[in-house]
């Protein structure tokens, strides 16, 4: 089903980091709403879905605005101290409607013109790549990190049948680290994965980020709870994946491939550098 578009005028486009985020100084999100609707998406718990008719997935708002508020929030931000975006939050900057509308496009290159003094990209789409020109001319200031939350597709279409292939999300990150771009894969929020699966990220990166229901979801688990996501694994036969514990197993697969140095867990992954 398509979602629903509209656009839409917004106040401002940079709100201030907090919660889990509270290491940025701002978060930025191009669009409310998000078309890839993963089930356990935790967004679906705050005000701005819950407070909707259509359900969660089935509409996206375009801050049409936004490039011309990041024009004058971005500098007047930088005169109050150092300026870290996480962009997004609480949708995906490259969902399919980037296609059309090129906002995250615009916005970076306006953060081209008020650069942050850090970006932090964070989508499950292969678009991101349509703008390595783009991120390469933000040099060490951005990273971009890429949701692999597991490495089978069977899996991937139980949680999220309408976020885009797995496979194509390993290339897109091979395609950005060779264009130099800083990147990291984001194991988040852990899904069921094979054993191959730290071998498969090696190959394409050299950072990675592990999180799962119970660190990452702003709520010690329990939004995750009230969105029904332990009985969609009850109902496959994986509960065993269900559990505070199951991080520590992929932690210690991944350590067979990658220094302690290159894993980060939950929040630490998404921090700005010092
Ligand atoms: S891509 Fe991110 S924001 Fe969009 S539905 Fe999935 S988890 Fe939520």
């Given at each position: 089903?398509?979602?629903?578009?509209q656009?839409?005028t917004?106040?401002?486009?940079?709100?201030?980091?907090s919660?889990?985020?509270?290491?940025?100084?701002h978060?930025?999100?191009?669009?409310?709403?998000c078309?890839?609707?993963?089930?356990y998406?935790?967004?679906?718990?705050?005000?701005?879905?819950?407070?909707?008719?259509?359900?969660?997935?089935?509409?996206?708002?375009?801050?049409?605005?936004?490039?011309?508020?990041?024009?004058?929030?971005?500098?007047?931000?930088?005169?109050?101290?150092?300026v870290s975006?996480?962009?997004?939050?609480?949708?995906?900057?490259?969902?399919?409607?980037?296609y059309?509308?090129?906002?995250?496009?615009?916005?970076?290159?306006?953060?081209?013109?008020?650069?942050?003094?850090?970006?932090?990209?964070?989508?499950?789409?292969?678009?991101v790549?349509?703008?390595i020109?783009?991120?390469?001319k933000?040099?060490?200031?951005v990273?971009?990190?890429?949701?692999?939350?597991?490495?089978?597709?069977?899996?991937?279409?139980?949680?999220?049948p309408?976020?885009?292939p797995?496979?194509?999300?390993?290339?897109?990150?091979?395609?950005?680290?060779?264009?130099?771009?800083?990147?990291?894969?984001?194991?988040?929020?852990?899904?069921?994965?094979?054993e191959?699966?730290?071998?498969?990220?090696?190959?394409?990166?050299?950072?990675?980020?592990?999180?799962?229901?119970?660190?990452?979801?702003?709520?010690?688990?329990?939004r995750?709870?009230?969105?029904?996501?332990?009985?969609?694994?009850e109902e496959?036969?994986?509960?065993d994946?269900?559990?505070?514990?199951?991080?520590?197993?992929?932690?210690?697969?991944?350590?067979?491939k990658y220094?302690e140095?290159n894993?980060?867990?939950?929040?630490?992954?998404?921090?700005p550098?010092?």
């Amino acid at each position: 089903m398509k979602p629903s578009i509209q656009s839409r005028t917004s106040r401002t486009i940079l709100t201030k980091g907090s919660g889990f985020l509270n290491g940025y100084s701002h978060t930025l999100n191009p669009y409310a709403g998000c078309a890839f609707g993963c089930s356990y998406c935790y967004v679906r718990r705050m005000p701005i879905a819950l407070f909707r008719e259509e359900d969660w997935g089935e509409w996206v708002d375009i801050k049409e605005n936004g490039v011309a508020l990041l024009k004058k929030e971005v500098p007047k931000a930088k005169k109050k101290g150092k300026v870290s975006i996480f962009m997004s939050s609480s949708t995906d900057p490259y969902q399919p409607i980037e296609y059309k509308t090129e906002l995250t496009r615009n916005l970076l290159e306006a953060m081209i013109e008020e650069t942050p003094d850090f970006l932090f990209l964070q989508t499950r789409s292969p678009l991101v790549t349509r703008d390595i020109d783009l991120l390469k001319k933000l040099g060490n200031n951005v990273l971009v990190s890429m949701t692999v939350e597991t490495d089978l597709e069977s899996v991937r279409k139980i949680f999220a049948p309408q976020a885009p292939p797995i496979p194509a999300r390993l290339k897109a990150l091979k395609e950005l680290r060779d264009a130099g771009i800083p990147v990291q894969a984001a194991i988040a929020p852990l899904l069921p994965c094979s054993e191959e699966f730290p071998e498969k990220l090696h190959q394409t990166v050299n950072r990675v980020t592990l999180d799962d229901f119970f660190m990452g979801d702003g709520s010690g688990g329990k939004r995750t709870e009230q969105l029904g996501i332990r009985k969609q694994f009850e109902e496959h036969g994986l509960s065993d994946w269900y559990d505070r514990k199951a991080y520590l197993k992929i932690k210690k697969r991944l350590l067979e491939k990658y220094s302690e140095g290159n894993i980060f867990i939950s929040q630490e992954g998404f921090y700005p550098p010092e």
